[in-house]
């Protein structure tokens, strides 16, 4: 199977699937309409970073004219700053509904909040309108759509990450893994999940993890998160996963960020462990 088989985005037509196996013939025109064109976030140790780079860690995020170094809603500490991800043109081309800008996400390390900004997908499934306000705060994720920012001065927070990394976006092909609700599991046989898992591993990224695009790669169950004022599943984004950050969250935890209609500002926030 080549990837001209596929209809994608200039950006990641150089890219291709391997074979469909034999015992999945009948399965290949479900796998190409299932590819979503995405990228991962390679991390890599950094002494500094440039304009326009994406990073985690560090001390100095983009931030606005005047604009205050957050607080944890909770202790009143200063956050810890986390990571920022340039959503280019060429990246967010093929997310639905995404705009261009700049995402950034903080954190607590003394409190973590509980299960509001924090939530396992499960718990996600059953929130109402009570878990938007704190659930999407602008104290844990920023989101500036079409600002002229800059690096702002450094700032030494003790909750800041002790490192600095660049997060590069590489192009990738995404498939659901078995578990994400939209794979119709129960239609497969055992053999069938062994060999599809074995055939596309490269395309469910269980070991980046972080990535922006595509499908979670969900270490625990594939629930969607759902807005409950639309009442519909919001769009998954970016993750953030342990892989090559060696950034850990407690149990070995991993960050999936989803946006409803595409809007930022507002994202819901889940974590799972593996």
């Known amino acids: 199977m080549t990837v001209m088989e596929l209809v994608l985005p200039t950006t990641h037509q150089h890219l291709t699937l391997p074979d469909t196996p034999e015992s999945l013939k009948e399965r290949k025109g479900w796998i190409l309409s299932s590819v979503r064109p995405a990228w991962l976030l390679r991390a890599s140790d950094s002494q500094k970073v ?11 995020p983009y931030r606005a004219e005047g604009q205050p170094w957050p607080s944890c809603p909770h202790c009143k ?13 060429e990246v967010v081309e093929n997310i639905p509904n995404m705009k261009p800008g700049t995402f950034q996400f903080w954190n607590c390390w003394y409190c973590v909040p509980k299960g509001d900004a924090y939530a396992d997908a499960r718990e996600l499934q059953t929130f109402d309108t009570d878990f938007l306000p704190f ?14 920012l800059g690096f702002g001065p450094p700032h030494k927070s003790e909750q800041n990450l002790p490192f600095l990394k660049v ?3 590489e192009p990738f092909l995404s498939l659901p ?3 994400d609700e939209r794979f119709q599991v129960e239609e497969w046989s055992e053999d069938e999940l062994s060999d599809y898992d074995d055939a596309f591993m490269d395309a469910l990224n269980s070991e980046t993890i972080s990535q922006v695009g595509g499908y979670p790669s969900w270490i625990q169950d594939g629930v969607q998160p759902k807005n409950p004022v639309a009442d519909k599943n919001a769009e998954f984004v970016i993750a953030l996963g342990t892989g090559d950050t060696d950034v850990f969250w407690g149990d070995t935890g991993f960050y999936y960020f989803f946006a409803a209609d595409g809007d930022l ?5 889940l974590e799972q462990t593996r």
Request: no cysteine; proline share 6%; charged share 20%.
């Open 177 to 179: 893994a078995y578990f």
């Open 50 to 60: 440039q304009p326009l780079e994406s990073f985690l860690g560090g001390d100095s």
């Open 135 to 148: 659930g999407a705060s602008r104290s844990i994720v920023r989101w500036f759509e079409d600002q002229n």
């Open 77 to 89: 500490r200063e956050l810890g700053f986390v990571m920022q991800v340039m959503l280019t043109q």
């Open 167 to 169: 997060l590069t976006p």
């Open 265 to 269: 500002a507002e994202p819901f926030v």
